[in-house]
């Protein structure tokens, strides 16, 4: 028998270990049009995606954040966002 993956137990573990590819405050420095030029003090070899993502706007917690796909100077990719509305960076691991 297999146990109920919705048991309590079960969902007060995942709990404890967070999400999956939480993002995570980032240190960034940015050139002049915003784009990251160092992620962490690593250097942004390439910057391989950008987009925006603007959502729930019409509530009180909207979302508005530019994204970018980067492959650092260690070979690392990340994808790294800058929140408009709190005005912070945030980085997640990149595919």
Do not use: C, K
């Amino acid at each position: 028998m297999v146990a109920d993956s919705g048991s309590a137990r079960a969902v007060r573990a995942a709990g404890r270990l967070g999400r999956l590819n939480e993002p995570r405050a980032a240190l960034v420095e940015p050139h002049a049009d915003g784009a990251p030029r160092l992620v962490n003090r690593l250097s942004v070899e390439l910057i391989r995606e950008e987009w925006r993502v603007v959502d729930r706007w019409w509530t009180e917690e909207p979302v508005n954040r530019r994204y970018f796909e980067v492959v650092l100077e260690s070979g690392q990719n990340l994808v790294v966002f800058h929140d408009d509305e709190g005005g912070r960076w945030f980085s997640q691991r990149g595919a």
